[in-house]
């Protein structure tokens, strides 16, 4: 892996892994051993996080495209090496909120996958990408329950932060949906667009 | 005459000059490709050595084939500037030179072409021994100064350049410039190749910049009477005559202040990535040791930087300095061993195996109590680890006895386990928190944090191997603190050092028990405990030595200073914000 190209993003746009169940097995240890040096740096690339989460899900069962796609990271990492987060002086303190979904991005089970990231300031603090446990039947339903677990988030780290003496009263959260926004508008949550 | 005796000719050295004038005779040669894309963005050296004088020029070429432009353009000037005519050129068979427009060249001017014989290199010997020189000298040029591969051109450049003012001619014991040009060189500009240099702003910048840029010297012009640099600055390569050099041993200094060169190296890191090839070949298995000898840049396709024995950018260590090594060196053993009987047989070991017990008699940890029917005893073992620093070097034996938690029953030896882990979003926050109201934070560890958890069950643990008391053989341990290997003991550890700082008046956090606050007027001081590992930082900087001072009386610390590596995570503190990767 040494000698290989630099690829520009960690996962192709138009990479879907499935079961891929006829293809050619790959050493099981060795592609867990991988996802979990992958999984470890997620804690300081939020980049390569849906890309890491995504080849994740076939430990079980790892088949070539598998190890292909995990690979494609790697050779985006070689590029990137010198990258990090940037947690800049001067910014106000403010925690901000985004949540996004997409809609059935599992071919398997077709249940969507949540990403949210909070901010604090200028400084990103926290990120998550995770499948949903249960299946959406539309978008605004996807995008209503990372909504809800990118306000649980917000919910601890308001907690936080209060502990370091800072209070934090309105948190914006935002989310690209109208109808998961008009959802959280009925049920009377405390936080506003 | 037999067939199987015949051997290659001797080829005798000639003792007498060939020719009588410059230009008689031109001897030429190709080396390459190189690896490495020079900056130019050659691969490709022409030399071309005169056969009276042995002045010697080089060109860079892309490819092979511009070999005959690049010979052409020279031939007329040198032709011009010594106004008499190229006699004869002699080269080896390579297509390069045996082609067509070389002849119609020759034909041309009346140059007579002179071939060495096939693989006869010998023949061509006054180039290739050139080559030699030239390649040699410019390698170590890039050695020692640990240059990236990309400036070998400059490096073979300033060899060329040097070369020609210093080598003596045998025979006519002067030097190739001198019977070239007919003068004596003027050596006095000449300057440690890869020295840290100032160039002069001239003019390119108004005032509230400095004057001058810190740069690299990389050579002379080869066009005009300036010297070749790499402004650190504007990352360009200049040639300029507003020069200032600091020759001192850029080595010797470097040791001293990694710190504020390491983003220099990084950026000329950058700039290797771009330029320097991408086909490094990962397969080492076959390396032999007869391509580790050959030349570098020549044959590195197999070698890869795992394959050398010791470290590269050491550089050579003198005597002095391996004395100021052993000091400590002697005393820390290079192996890992398996076994206790191993580590016994290993005076380093045994010393470090009875430090750790002297740790649990300063500690308290256990009590002798003859052993009952009944006592459910855990075994013990010893772990071996040898502690590298950042180069990989083995700076420290470490020997920990832990207790064979494995076979502790939930109920009877241990109650609840957990450990005291911070989330790492809490920790970023705490960083990004920090950032913002502009206060530092620090790191410490607590030296065997386990061994100062109380224990509340009775747990007996056999004597340890290697080290049992002959005179009470059947006696075992009695825990009254924890010990590694131990289910309760992350939670021992947890439980004392919270009670202990509740007890400084400490407020535990409300989600985040991992989390110690205290305020103190308008001041705050936040405390992050990871296991044994401490992060904290404080408004004001009274607190924080408050805090370390506490610490340190009620337990075994090892103040780390300013957070800078902390669960393979780096940060970096600047000025203006803070850095993680």
Redesign the interface.
């Known amino acids: ?6 690829a520009s993003t960690p996962i192709a746009t138009s990479c879907y892994l499935d079961a891929d169940e006829h293809g050619i097995s790959v050493d099981q240890t060795k592609f867990r051993g991988l996802i979990g040096s992958l999984l ?1 740096l997620t ?2 690339r939020p980049d390569i996080t849906f890309a890491v989460c995504m080849c994740a899900r076939f430990q079980a069962n790892p088949k070539e495209s598998h190890f292909n796609a995990a690979k494609r990271i790697l050779k985006y990492l070689k590029g990137t090496t ?10 106000t ?1 403010n925690l901000k909120g985004y949540s996004d979904s997409d809609f059935a991005g599992c071919k398997l089970d077709r249940k969507s996958t949540s990403g949210t990231c909070h901010l ?2 200028a ?1 990103l ?2 990120w998550n990408s995770k499948k949903q446990a249960c299946v959406s039947l539309s978008t605004a339903e996807a995008e209503y329950i990372a909504a809800g677990s990118c306000c649980a ?1 917000i919910c ?2 308001k ?8 209070k934090v009263t309105k948190v914006p959260l935002f989310c690209d949906n109208t109808s998961a926004i008009n959802l959280t508008k009925k049920s009377s949550t405390s936080f506003t667009n | 005459m037999s067939k199987g005796k015949q051997t290659k000719t001797s080829f005798k050295q000639k003792q007498f000059l060939s020719t009588t004038r410059p230009l008689e005779m031109l001897h030429m040669d190709l080396f390459g490709p190189s690896r490495t894309m020079s900056i130019g963005g050659n691969y490709y050296g022409l030399v071309v050595v005169d056969d009276f004088s042995r002045y010697t020029w080089t060109l860079f070429l892309v490819t092979k084939d511009q070999a005959f432009s690049a010979f052409m353009k020279l031939a007329k000037i040198i032709q011009n500037e010594k106004n008499c005519s190229i006699a004869a050129i002699k080269t080896d068979h390579g297509r390069e030179f045996q082609n067509e427009n070389f002849e119609m060249f020759c034909e041309k001017f009346g140059i007579q072409h002179n071939f060495s014989a096939p693989r006869t290199p010998q023949q061509n010997e006054v180039v290739e021994r050139k080559n030699r020189a030239l390649e040699e000298i410019a390698r170590t040029l890039l050695n020692e100064t640990n240059f990236p591969k990309y400036l070998w051109a400059d490096a073979v450049n300033t060899a060329c350049y040097v070369l020609n003012r210093v080598l003596i001619r045998p025979i006519l014991k002067k030097t190739p410039y001198e019977l070239f040009k007919g003068r004596k060189p003027n050596i006095s500009h000449f300057r440690v190749f890869g020295c840290k240099c100032f160039i002069l702003n001239n003019g390119k910048d108004n005032l509230g910049n400095s004057k001058a840029d810190e740069g690299i010297f990389l050579g002379y012009s080869s066009q005009s009477h300036a010297y070749r640099a790499y402004n650190k600055r504007t990352m360009l390569i200049e040639e300029t005559v507003h020069i200032t050099f600091d020759e001192t041993n850029q080595k010797m200094q470097d040791k001293h202040k990694n710190s504020a060169d390491d983003e220099e190296t990084r950026r000329l890191q950058k700039l290797t990535e771009i330029v320097e090839e991408q086909n490094k070949e990962l397969d080492t298995a076959e390396l032999d040791t007869a391509k580790r000898e050959t030349v570098e840049w020549r044959v590195p396709r197999n070698l890869s930087l795992d394959n050398v024995i010791g470290q590269i950018n050491k550089g050579v260590s003198t005597r002095n300095s391996l004395n100021l090594l052993c000091e400590h060196m002697a005393f820390v053993s290079q192996i890992e061993p398996k076994t206790v009987q191993e580590a016994l047989n290993d005076s380093n070991w045994i010393s470090v195996m009875q430090e750790e017990l002297n740790q649990f008699t300063r500690n308290d940890v256990w009590s002798l109590v003859p052993k009952t029917s009944g006592m459910n005893v855990i075994g013990t073992k010893w772990v071996f680890r040898n502690k590298m620093d950042e180069q990989g070097i083995i700076v420290r034996n470490k020997a920990r006895l832990v207790a064979k938690g494995y076979n502790q029953e939930e109920g009877i030896d241990y109650d609840e386990t957990y450990a005291p882990v911070a989330r790492i979003e809490a920790v970023r926050l705490l960083l990004a928190y920090a950032c913002l109201s502009g206060f530092k934070l620090f790191q410490m560890d607590v030296k065997s944090a386990f061994l100062n958890g109380f224990i509340n069950e009775e747990v007996y643990v056999t004597q340890p191997p290697g080290f049992e008391d002959h005179k009470l053989p059947g006696h075992v341990y009695k825990l009254k603190k924890a010990l590694y290997g131990l289910k309760q003991a992350p939670r021992q550890w947890y439980e004392r050092l919270s009670n202990f700082l509740l007890s400084k008046n400490y407020q535990r956090g409300q989600v985040d028990k991992t989390l110690f606050i205290k305020n103190s007027e308008n001041d705050i001081i936040l405390v992050q405990v990871y296991v044994d590992d401490i992060i904290f930082g404080s408004t004001n900087e009274l607190l924080c030595q408050e805090f370390v001072l506490d610490m340190q009386g009620e337990f075994e610390m090892s103040m780390m200073g300013e957070l800078n590596y902390f669960l393979g995570l780096q940060i970096k503190q600047l000025q203006n914000g803070t850095f993680l990767n």
């Open positions: 892996m040494d000698s290989c190209k630099e470890y804690a300081s010198n990258v990090g987060l940037w947690y800049p002086n001067e910014a303190l604090l300031g400084s603090i926290s988030q601890w780290l907690q936080q932060l209060s502990d370091f003496g800072l």
